[in-house]
Nanobody
Framework: QVQLVESGGGLAQAGGSLRLSCAAS????????MGWIRQVPGKGRVLVSA????????YYVDSVKGRFTISRDTVKSTVYLQMNSLMPEDTAVYYC????????????????WGQGTPVTVSS
């Protein structure tokens, strides 16, 4: 079992920044990739970004490329998402997610999800 606890969400203005953190505990040695999935009520879930254990493979959905940066601290079993140049369309609940497998662009490939941290971007 893997437990994920995310934090750092909140309210930001358009053009501002937020940094999300996700701490993993439990059987963290089984994790092959971690990432962030966001969900807007009434809309589907989208894998925003992901990174593998070694940090040499990353994924970003097109809409956040150049604005978001994912990173990880293997010792602390923690993944971060630095979100810059925020836009109102980034508003969503952001879920930390972990996968037993490799980096995937599909949210359905992630085995463990956190509780979610809301991000609201005002214009």
């Amino acid at each position: 079992q893997v437990q994920l606890v995310e934090s750092g969400g909140g309210l930001a203005q358009a053009g501002g920044s937020l940094r999300l953190s996700c701490a993993a505990s439990g059987s963290t040695s089984n994790i092959g990739a971690m990432g962030w999935i966001r969900q807007v009520p009434g809309k589907g879930r989208v894998l925003v970004s992901a990174i593998n254990r070694s940090g040499d493979i990353t994924y970003y959905v097109d809409s956040v490329k150049g604005r978001f940066t994912i990173s990880r601290d293997t010792v602390k079993s923690t993944v971060y998402l630095q979100m810059n140049s925020l836009m109102p369309e980034d508003t969503a609940v952001y879920y930390c997610a972990a996968s037993w497998g490799p980096v995937s662009a599909s949210a359905s490939d992630y085995d463990y999800w956190g509780q979610g941290t809301p991000v609201t971007v005002s214009s």
